[in-house]
Nanobody
Framework: VQLVESGGGLVQPGGSLRLSCAAS????????MSWYRQAPGKQRELVAS???????NYVESVKGRFTISRDNTKKTVWLQMNSLKPEDTAVYYC??????????WGQGTQVTVSS
């Protein structure tokens, strides 16, 4: 199983980016798809997740600015990030958890918010 992420980069404060993560390989039924991030010197934190097709969950600091969405047929999850702030700077990781209890991580994509 492989998770391929894309969409990171450098953006000015107030700008937008859209991250995507596509799962390939022997991916069985996906239970949850999530985005985590890790800033330098900090622990990895859960940013947003969607379990099955339920209502997404977000960390408080991104509510109203970030939107997570998933397509089960395409086995893809996206993270639309608007009104980006310097404190959003981090490496963003895609995470997939299967009903079989296996879990997988993407390779990470750098998001830098700076003027």
């Amino acid at each position: 199983v492989q998770l391929v992420e894309s969409g990171g980069g450098l953006v000015q404060p107030g700008g937008s980016l859209r991250l995507s993560c596509a799962a390939s390989g022997s991916v069985a039924s996906i239970y949850s798809m999530s985005w985590y991030r890790q800033a330098p010197g900090k622990q990895r934190e859960l940013v947003a997740s969607v379990i099955r097709d339920d209502i997404p969950n977000y960390v408080e600091s991104v509510k109203g600015r970030f939107t997570i969405s998933r397509d089960n047929t395409k086995k893809t999850v996206w993270l639309q990030m608007n009104s980006l702030k310097p404190e959003d700077t981090a490496v963003y990781y895609c995470h997939v958890y299967l009903y079989s209890s296996y879990e997988y991580w993407g390779q990470g994509t750098q998001v830098t918010v700076s003027s």
